[in-house]
């Protein structure tokens, strides 16, 4: 299995414009997780999805931010408009069972000019 | 250990030495807890697991301890390697307004000298 695999890598926009970073999670996982990384709030959890429902999304920043998951092989989170202090590395993880063995991807570097 | 500031704590050590890397949790109902390794650049990566019904985990290498009358946990590293230098991360699962998901701590990095 090629693990959790997300897209893209980078990516360097201006304020106001719309983002939206992807993720494919590890066949099989039933839960698919977004996490933001700052140096100031280390891992935060925004939302998590249970065969592709999202289930909670107390963590999700603001209005900006929305996520969707329309099969087990695909998910997508968008930030619309996007501001500088959006600015910050997304994971999506997936998992068998929810709490335990999140299994990352490579992450996606975003910075909001 | 745990960092409270912007700030994460530092552990160095010299190559071959071990290492000891410590977590404290503060959610005694907290059942399963796990350490993950994170290099620079990349995801955080699982290194071990240990579930409340234990007191000892060991790995490749690595050992999970883990104290729950203190509410405690320690990743110890054998014979520490140049590439074993990474931000390591407990997470615990607890029910602290997460609902059973994993709670990461801030990390704690090591660096190992050659």
């Known amino acids: 299995d090629a693990g959790v695999i997300q897209s893209p890598r980078h990516e360097v926009t201006e304020m106001g414009q719309e983002v939206t970073l992807r993720c494919k999670p590890i066949?099989?996982?039933?839960?698919l997780f977004w996490y933001r990384q700052t140096m100031m709030r280390g891992l935060e959890l925004l939302i998590y999805?249970?065969?592709?429902?999202?289930?909670?999304d107390s963590g999700m920043p603001e209005d900006r931010f929305s996520a969707k998951m329309p099969n087990a092989s695909f998910s997508t989170l968008k930030i619309q408009p996007s501001e500088p202090r959006d600015s910050a590395v997304y994971f999506c993880?997936?998992?068998?069972?929810?709490?335990?063995?999140?299994?990352f991807g490579s992450g996606t570097q975003l910075s909001v000019l | 250990g745990e960092s409270v500031g912007l700030h994460l704590p530092t552990l160095s050590v010299q190559e071959g030495d071990n290492s000891i890397i410590n977590c404290a949790y503060s959610n005694s109902a907290s059942d399963y807890f796990i350490w993950y390794k994170q290099e620079s650049g990349k995801g955080p990566q699982f290194i071990i697991d240990i579930r409340s019904n234990m007191d000892k985990r060991q790995g490749q290498r690595v050992t999970v301890l883990l104290n729950k009358t203190v509410k405690h946990l320690s990743l110890q590293i054998a014979a520490t390697q140049p590439g074993d230098s990474a931000v390591y991360f407990c997470a615990e699962t607890g029910v602290r307004g997460s609902q059973g998901n994993l709670i990461f701590g801030k990390g704690t990095k090591l660096s190992v000298k050659p």
């Open positions: 993880a997936s998992s068998m069972v929810r709490g335990e063995k999140l299994f």
């Open positions: 999805f249970n065969n592709n429902v999202p289930i909670d």
């Open positions: 066949s099989g996982h039933d839960y």
